[in-house]
């Protein structure tokens, strides 16, 4: 199949519908499709080492009303003018050509994404793109419980809920603020309304959390929950040091001690997450292994920033800001070129975890995870 051969990978000269190839094929070819049915992945979202980026991430705000230690700076962070920020509109015109060109899940996240009054507009915008197979949310939960049925019928698919400890007086050391049985509602009430499984992200820190790993593990026992283990990643202003990241493999070290019989589960080939699931119990967990077992090579994530920029790597500091491209009146067309040369400028892999700790990065909070 065309795409699938690297030599005409980059053939930027094709476009979607009628590919008339100038890259490995004489000039002005006209590739017939083998169906009708399948549309061919764009070449445009297509890097050089041929991993198609079907994943859009999408940061809706820089706002949030916690102050998680892991994500934001002690002393805050400047809030960039509401001006310079995507609007609504520029928002669904970039996720309509990102979606036209093969995207298939859109995350919604932020700062807190939920803060966002139109949030609902946006996801029912959003679902009328043909193609736009999953509309995901990552949110803190503090929200979330009395909008999750606009939420539901907007037409939001899945939900990740960011909890990272059971105890209450501990959440509000790690976020900074109240709040922690309006999460723990949100929790229920996503499962109640039907969304199976809720995943519950986790950011597991030494000396912060790191005794509560087999807590969550029994949350999962009666929950239809994945309770999703997130190494701790460094980004500007987060404090991180070697010592406080609990790697993957020594958080199931010591889950195996208390369950020997957790196994692992089938992932599909993007997944980041490893699961595992206790026999007999109802939910899974889940680990994200950014830090100790990277997932560079079928990585298929873009992320676009709240104020417009386009990054194709979490932790590589290389940006263009597409919001610029739109307000200078540019077509679809010029807006994919753009997409396309810094998708093809990706790297292989991110650094590893020493030099990203040392390399200037956004904060969390500005990225959206
Ligand atoms: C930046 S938040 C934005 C969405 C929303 N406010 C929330 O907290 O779910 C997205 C995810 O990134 C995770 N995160 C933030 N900083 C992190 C860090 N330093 N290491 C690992 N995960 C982090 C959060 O736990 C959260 O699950
Ligand atoms: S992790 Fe989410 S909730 Fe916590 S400060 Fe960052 S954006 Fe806010």
């Given at each position: 199949y065309l795409t699938n051969r690297p030599q005409f990978v980059?053939?930027?000269?094709?476009?979607?519908?009628?590919m008339t190839c100038s890259v490995g094929a004489p000039q002005g070819t006209v590739l017939k499709r083998f169906s009708d049915n399948i549309k061919p992945f764009s070449a445009f979202l297509t890097d050089t080492f041929g991993r198609r980026h079907s994943y859009l991430r999408i940061s809706l705000?820089?706002?949030?009303?916690l102050r998680c230690q892991y994500c934001m700076p002690e002393d805050g962070v400047k809030l960039t003018p509401k001006a310079q920020l995507l609007s609504t509109a520029e928002i669904l015109t970039i996720a309509r050509l990102f979606v036209h060109e093969g995207v298939n899940k859109i995350r919604l996240t932020g700062g807190?994404?939920?803060?966002?009054?139109d949030v609902v507009d946006i996801i029912a915008e959003l679902r009328k793109?043909?193609?736009?197979k999953t509309i995901a949310v990552t949110t803190n939960?503090?929200?979330?419980a009395r909008s999750l049925p606009r939420l539901k019928q907007a037409g939001l698919s899945h939900i990740n809920i960011s909890l990272d400890t059971l105890v209450p007086a501990k959440f509000e050391f790690i976020?900074?603020?109240?709040?922690f049985h309006k999460v723990m509602e949100s929790i229920d009430k996503a499962i109640e309304i039907g969304?199976?499984?809720?995943k519950v992200n986790c950011v597991i820190m030494r000396g912060f959390n790191d005794d509560e790993v087999l807590d969550f593990v029994a949350l999962t026992e009666k929950k239809p929950v994945e309770v999703r283990f997130i190494e701790y990643m460094p980004f500007d202003?987060?404090?991180?040091n070697f010592k406080k990241m609990v790697s993957y493999q020594e958080m199931l070290d010591q889950i195996r001690q208390h369950w020997p019989d957790i196994g692992m589960l089938q992932t599909g080939p993007t997944d980041t997450s490893k699961t595992y699931q206790v026999p007999g119990f109802k939910g899974q967990v889940g680990f994200i292994?950014?830090?100790?077992?990277?997932?560079?090579?079928t990585c298929n994530r873009l992320r676009i920033t709240a104020d417009g920029n386009l990054k194709v790597?979490?932790?590589?500091?290389t940006e263009v800001s597409l919001r610029d491209v739109i307000r200078s009146g540019a077509s679809d067309e010029e807006l994919l070129q753009i997409i396309g040369a810094a998708v093809g400028r990706k790297k292989k892999q991110h650094a590893g975890m020493f030099n990203i700790s040392q390399m200037k990065n956004r904060p969390m909070i500005f990225i959206g995870g």
């Open positions: 980059r053939a930027k000269n094709c476009v979607s519908d009628l705000t820089e706002k949030c009303n807190e994404p939920l803060i966002r009054p793109l043909e193609g736009l939960g503090l929200n979330l976020v900074r603020r109240k709040g969304y199976n499984p809720v202003g987060n404090k991180w292994t950014s830090m100790s077992e990277h997932f560079c090579g790597c979490l932790f590589g500091n």
